[in-house]
């Protein structure tokens, strides 16, 4: 095990977060949709940024949008300490689950969920769908003119 310790994010993380948002682009392929900058401060080695929502259905639950951990840092029980951390805030807040999204050829990511126990509910039945800016734009024109 690392020794490290997770907590909650403070705004004086937000540099540091940056940092780590960069290197998880950066592995991810995505770096030029990146639009930040950063700064140095003290040293973050892992992050995982999570949103509450909601359904209809079920209630609440709490949706993963990142997890990274630095690449010196894994396989030593980071990402599980972080993922540790969100499970015990979506029970204490009587989620029903949590949710996420990985890529199919992410087979790190797949591998550490498939550890957890999570199961893959992808359906044929179901879409994910997109506005982005300039369409919501031309849509909300179309529609209030
Ligand atoms: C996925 C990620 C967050 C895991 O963090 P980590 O700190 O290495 O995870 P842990 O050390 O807690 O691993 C827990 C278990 O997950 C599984 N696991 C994690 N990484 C694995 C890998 N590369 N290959 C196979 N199994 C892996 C193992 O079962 C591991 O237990 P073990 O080490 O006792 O065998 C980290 O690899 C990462 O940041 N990857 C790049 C970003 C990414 O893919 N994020 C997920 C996007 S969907």
């Known amino acids: 095990m690392a020794d490290v310790s997770v907590r909650e994010a403070s ?3 937000c540099d540091e977060i940056i940092r780590l948002m960069q ?11 990146l639009k930040t900058s950063v ?3 003290p040293r973050l080695v892992g992050y995982l940024l999570y949103m509450w929502s909601f359904t209809t259905m079920s209630g609440r ?3 993963v949008e990142d997890l990274f951990v630095e ?14 951390s ?12 949590m949710q996420w999204m990985a890529k199919r ?18 359906t044929d039945s179901i879409m994910t769908f997109t506005l982005d800016n300039d369409a919501m734009k031309t849509a909300c024109s179309n529609i209030v003119s």
């Not at 050829?105 to 992808?122: D, H, P, Q, S």
């Open 105 to 122: 050829r992410n087979t790190m990511g797949i591998n550490f969920y498939k550890k957890l126990g999570a199961v893959e509910t992808n």
């Open 39 to 41: 700064q140095s401060r």
């Open 71 to 84: 690449k010196n840092f894994r396989r030593k029980g980071v990402g599980s300490l972080l993922w540790a």
């Open 61 to 63: 639950f709490l949706f």
């Open 86 to 97: 969100a499970m015990k805030l979506a029970l204490s807040w009587g989620c029903g689950y």
């Open 11 to 13: 705004e004086d993380d």
């Open 23 to 33: 290197e998880f682009a950066t592995h991810e392929g995505n770096l030029h949709l």
